[in-house]
């Protein structure tokens, strides 16, 4: 993220009291941290609260006994189809940032990434503890005989790879390989919604996965028409 800087010639006819003022008022906003607009910290505030929604109604849908005839069916399926949905609003940031002019959009990217790989690992964790008790035998037996969970696994390898290098940190001492390897969410919501639509085809219910694939498509595509769009005006 980077942020705008401006700056001002010093009027040679300025006093001398004036001129140190002036430079002691630069250097003070020099050093003063790059702060956004007003509304991004409660803004912030009010994301982080509602993304923990998803699981709020799962606990409190076992509380009350409500998690229907096969509660880690449910669990499993409502964390993967949440995990899917932050993917989609972490791929939007960057679309409405440039509709709107909006810069400071992109500070939810981070934040919103981070709990679609949340969303997955509880997705995961359920899976591979609540529904196979860690047996290897019935996981390996169960990716022969439905591959979607292959890719949900390759999906799943790829997020781990996004949130370990998430952290500041990272993005200083990857520098332009970050930007290449965080490049990989594309990949990663293909291969969710792939690994949703095989899981729903065996059911024949593929509303939701064409909804969510349209809106997929919807995204990488805008990207695509973006990028055609600025390497024709670079040859130009």
Not at 103 to 129: E, K, N
Request: hydrophobic share 55%; glycine share 6%.
């Amino acid at each position: 993220m980077a942020s705008d800087t401006q700056s001002a010639t010093e009027n040679e006819q300025h006093t001398a009291p004036r001129a140190t003022q002036a430079g002691a008022s630069s250097s003070a906003a020099a050093r003063r941290p790059a702060t956004g607009p007003r509304w991004i910290v409660p803004a912030k505030v009010a994301v982080f609260i509602a993304a923990w929604y998803p699981l709020a109604r799962i606990v409190l849908f076992g509380m009350t006994d409500r998690l229907g005839a096969n509660p880690i069916e449910f669990i499993t399926r409502s964390t993967g189809l949440w995990t899917l949905v932050f993917l989609c609003i972490t791929l939007a940031v960057t679309p409405l940032r440039r509709l709107t002019g909006v810069a400071a959009f992109v500070r939810f990217r981070r934040m919103l990434g981070l709990y679609a790989f949340f969303y997955a690992t509880l997705h995961f964790t359920t899976y591979i503890w609540f529904d196979k008790w860690f047996d290897v035998a019935a996981i390996l037996k169960d990716i022969g005989k439905r591959p979607f969970i292959t890719v949900g696994f390759a999906a799943f390898v790829l997020l781990i790879a996004l949130a370990v290098t998430s952290p500041r940190a990272m993005v200083r001492k990857l520098g332009r390989r970050w930007q290449t390897l965080h490049r990989a969410i594309y990949a990663i919501a293909m291969l969710a919604i792939l690994h949703f639509w095989w899981m729903k085809a065996g059911k024949h219910d593929l509303i939701l996965p064409k909804i969510y694939g349209a809106i997929v498509v919807a995204l990488l595509g805008w990207r695509v028409l973006v990028w055609l769009r600025e390497r024709r005006r670079r040859l130009k």
